[in-house]
């Protein structure tokens, strides 16, 4: 089978997150499978308009503000009878190949941006995004989609989605056999749909506290500079160490250090980060919000907090980093729950959404 992906970014993207991660594992092995594969993304930087990965061709047809309107130009030069199916990837704004595509299509919907996109783009852009999701969405309602969680599903059903198909993401993360330390960790992109300055906020009260502990933030950002200051401002500079954006092997090593993850995240596809944790035996804290009580099971593999409430999620974290033998017994128990996904499983499931 020849299958061609869109996607607004790839692996290789300076910008890329979990839904990059998931497209890439999921192709990888559809290729290891003797199916091919091409994924059809924006330039970027210092980026090759063609190139393999793991097998992968990946054709960059356009910069990342022409890559929705250049598509119709990129499926008649490179796909328009060339491919048995077409999936694509739906970030916000959909490529709308349902419209113009002669190849049956399959939808990729990670999540509803929803409130997302008033801290995405400014206005009017944001209002727009925001009242226009649900009619760009319905467009594909009448084909398969494939959907990371529960809660995206349900979001679909109430469009009119019916051929919806939950396909799980998992964790490729070789944990690292050091002792843990002292550190809570945020992994993940600095953005505002992130609220990174909830977990600073959340660790003021864990510093106070227990004070010899420390806040790692990986990861990169437009909201870095807002970080950092916000860190003096809390008092928390000093115990506060902002690493950028890791590699895997450094994420790796992070993960299985960090006694704890927190992610409170407006919303979440699926939380790729929850399982690349709890690999590491390293519990979840995060928001009872769509995605993340999807990934995250209270008391199985961290800890769910209502939506927003900061001091919740210290109180929960407190709970726990004080009462070392409750904190073994979930840590055990995440590393368990991480084993329930593989991306093995994942790729079939897939293909079998493909075939159909």
């Not at 192709?27 to 091919?36: A, I, N, T, Y």
Request: positive net charge.
């Amino acid at each position: 089978m020849k299958i061609a992906f869109f996607n607004w970014r790839d692996i290789r993207n300076p910008a890329a997150g979990g839904a990059e991660v998931y497209v890439h594992q999921i192709l990888k092995r559809l290729v290891e499978k003797g199916h091919s594969a091409t994924l059809f993304s924006s330039s970027f930087p210092g980026s090759s308009q063609m190139e393999i990965i793991d097998g992968i061709e990946h054709i960059r047809y356009a910069c990342k503000y022409l890559i929705y309107p250049k598509s119709l130009l990129c499926y008649k030069k490179h796909i328009r009878g060339k491919y048995d199916v077409i999936v694509e990837s739906i970030n916000g704004v959909p490529f709308f190949t349902r419209l113009f595509a002669k190849e049956p299509v399959v939808s990729l919907v990670h999540q509803l941006t929803r409130e997302n996109w008033y801290s995405a783009l400014p206005f009017p852009l944001a209002f727009l995004g925001y009242h226009l999701e649900d009619w760009m969405l319905s467009l594909y309602r009448n084909s398969p989609a494939v959907v990371p969680s529960a809660s995206t599903r349900n979001d679909l059903e109430k469009l009119g989605f019916r051929q919806i198909h939950i396909v799980h993401g998992a964790a490729e993360v070789a944990p690292k056999p050091v002792e843990k330390q002292n550190a809570v960790l945020y992994l993940g992109r600095l953005t505002k749909s992130k609220r990174v300055g909830h977990a600073l906020r959340a660790f003021s009260i864990i510093s106070e506290n227990i004070p010899d502990y420390r806040l790692w933030i990986a990861g990169s950002g437009p909201e870095e500079k807002n970080l950092v200051k916000l860190a003096e401002e809390l008092g928390v500079s000093d115990k506060t160490r902002f690493l950028g954006k890791v590699d895997e092997e450094t994420k790796s090593e992070l993960l299985s250090k960090a006694k704890l993850l927190l992610f409170p995240a407006v919303r979440e596809g699926w939380g790729l980060v929850t399982l690349e944790a709890n690999a590491c035996s390293t519990p979840v804290i995060g928001y009872d919000v769509p995605g993340l009580h999807d990934s995250i099971k209270d008391g199985i593999n961290g800890c769910l907090v209502p939506d927003g409430d900061l001091n919740g999620m210290a109180r929960s974290a407190l709970g726990l980093l004080s009462d070392k033998k409750r904190l073994k017994r979930l840590s055990a128990s995440s590393l368990e729950y991480s084993k329930r996904f593989s991306w093995d499983k994942s790729a079939e499931e897939f293909e079998s959404v493909l075939e159909a």
